[in-house]
């Protein structure tokens, strides 16, 4: 019996110094980190002699691996790619396919089932976020029916800018660089087809990035065709 009450005593003096805070027994179950605020925990240097610039888009993944884009600039003109970064060592885990441009004319975006998402340009591209691998590749359409003449379809073939992810899943994104063409724009599902565009929405481009509001509207910026003033529009997803 006497033994009993001895190892209780033990038990409680146990919990009594750890809910006292002793460090010597803190250190042993929660040891210090290794690092301190402001240490480098490491650099990752460009791979390859063909991609000297990183480009501006970086995103982060959840499963913790860090994306940006790469590209040869027009020293090399190569086009650019999609890196994936261990997040504890900064070594690079995969790289994409080549893109259609020389940079990507949109940040990247990381669905929540881990998809990447960044716009070439005229190519929206989706990737595997764990291995790389392309997964599909939509095109801004050539062509699309004219509302306003159904005898003559009306040219779209333009340069992709702004993306966004709504919260169902697609992808939102338009044309809006320069060059002779009626600018739109497009909502893609995650399988890669288009839900829907919208040829009047859109005025002389996007111009800055989408809003995606919580009652399934997105909001953006454009200039109106015939003033060039910049306004407020809304489309419904």
Known sequence: MRRFNFIYVLFGLAIWILSTGCPQIKDIIDPPPDTTAGDTLWIHEM???????????????????????VGGGTLHWTAARIRALNPDNGNMVWESERMDNIGINSEIMVDDDGTVYALGAYKLYAFDGNTGATKWIWEVPQTLPNPDNPTQDIYTYGTAGQLALTDDGNILTSTSGSGVYSRCIYLINKFGDKVFHNLNANGWGVEGPFAIGKNNMAYYYSRNINSNNLGMRVVAL
């Open 47 to 69: 791979v390859g002699t063909d991609s000297l610039f990183m480009l501006h888009s970086l995103a982060l993944g959840h499963n913790g691996y860090v994306y940006y884009g």
